[in-house]
C-alpha cells in the first residue's frame, strides 16, 4: 500500500488515542476511573453525546463550547489530538514496520506524561510502568519475530539505557539535596528516563538528555528573570525531557556523527 495511506492511518488512530489520552490527563491526577462514569460537562453535569467526541472536529462544530450549558472547553483537547496524531504520523515516517506501533505508544505516553507533569508537576508511576510493559515486550517479540522489527536495541543495550537513562539523574538529585538541601529532579524524571532508555539505548537516552537541556535553557532562563524577586519557581523538567527523548529519536544519529566525521 502507498506510505500516504499509512499515515492516513497513523494520523486517525493518533486522533483517537489523543482523545483518550485527555481523559487520562484529567482523570488520572484525580484518581478517578478512566472508564466510568462517561465524559460529562464539569460544570452541569451533562452526559457528552458521542457526536460531540469526534477527536478536534467537534471541538471546532461547538466553538469550544459545552453544549448546553455553553461553557468554556479548554483548547488543550484539541491541541493534545492532534500532536497525538502528528506523532503517531512521525512514527510511521521513522520506520512503516511494525516498530511503528510500539514507537506510538511510547510516544502517546511522552505526551500524556508532559501535560500531566506541567499542569501538576508530578508524573504517575502508572504511566512510567505502562511504558516499561510495553518497551520490554518491544525488545522480547523480536526475538522470535526478528523480520519485523528493525530498530529495536538488544536487550542488554535496553538495559544499558535504563542505567545510563537514570543514573546521572539520580546522582544529581542526591548531590543537589545533600548540598542545597532541595531535590533538582524528582524521582519522577528519574523513572521516566529509565523507561526511556529502554527504548532508545545507552547512547540516545544520553544524548535525549543533551537535547532535553539544550530546550529547557531559554525557557529556564527567562523564567528565572520574570521571578527572580519571587524567589524562584519550580518548573516541571519532565516536558522538556519528553521533548529531549523525541527529538533524540530522529536526530540522535547525525548528533553523534558530528564528532565523528
Avoid: H
Amino acid at each position: 500500500m502507498p506510505d500516504f495511506y499509512w499515515y492516513v492511518v497513523a494520523f486517525f488512530f493518533g486522533l483517537c488515542f489523543g482523545s483518550f489520552g485527555n481523559v487520562v490527563i484529567y482523570r488520572l491526577p484525580l484518581r478517578k476511573s478512566l472508564s466510568k462514569p462517561p465524559s460529562t460537562c464539569p460544570k452541569c453535569n451533562a452526559r457528552v453525546k458521542s457526536r460531540d467526541l469526534i477527536p478536534i472536529l467537534s471541538w471546532l462544530i461547538l466553538k469550544g463550547k459545552c453544549r448546553k450549558c455553553k461553557v468554556k472547553i479548554s483548547p488543550q483537547y484539541a491541541i493534545v489530538e492532534l500532536i497525538c496524531g502528528l506523532l503517531f504520523v512521525l512514527m510511521v515516517l521513522l520506520t512503516t514496520s511494525a516498530s511503528a506501533v510500539f514507537l506510538s505508544l511510547f510516544v502517546f505516553l511522552l505526551l500524556v506524561i508532559s501535560v500531566i507533569d506541567w499542569k501538576t508537576q508530578t508524573i504517575p508511576d502508572s504511566l512510567i510502568i505502562t511504558g516499561v510493559i510495553v518497551g520490554v515486550l518491544w525488545v522480547i517479540i523480536p526475538l522470535f519475530l526478528p523480520n519485523y522489527f528493525p530498530l529495536v536495541p538488544s536487550w542488554y543495550m535496553s538495559v544499558l539505557g535504563i542505567i545510563i537513562g537514570a543514573l546521572p539523574f539520580l546522582l544529581i538529585d542526591k548531590l543537589t539535596l545533600l548540598i542545597l538541601k532541595k531535590d533538582a529532579f524528582g524521582y519522577g524524571d528519574v523513572k521516566l528516563m529509565a523507561m526511556a532508555g529502554i527504548f532508545l539505548g545507552p547512547a540516545d537516552v544520553l544524548i535525549a538528555s543533551l537535547f532535553s537541556l539544550f530546550i529547557f535553557l531559554p525557557f529556564g532562563v527567562v523564567t528565572m528573570l520574570f521571578n527572580r524577586k519571587k524567589g524562584g519557581t519550580y518548573v516541571a523538567y519532565g516536558p522538556f525531557l519528553c521533548g529531549g527523548i523525541l527529538t533524540s529519536m530522529f536526530f540522535a544519529e547525525n548528533f553523534i556523527n558530528l564528532f565523528i566525521y
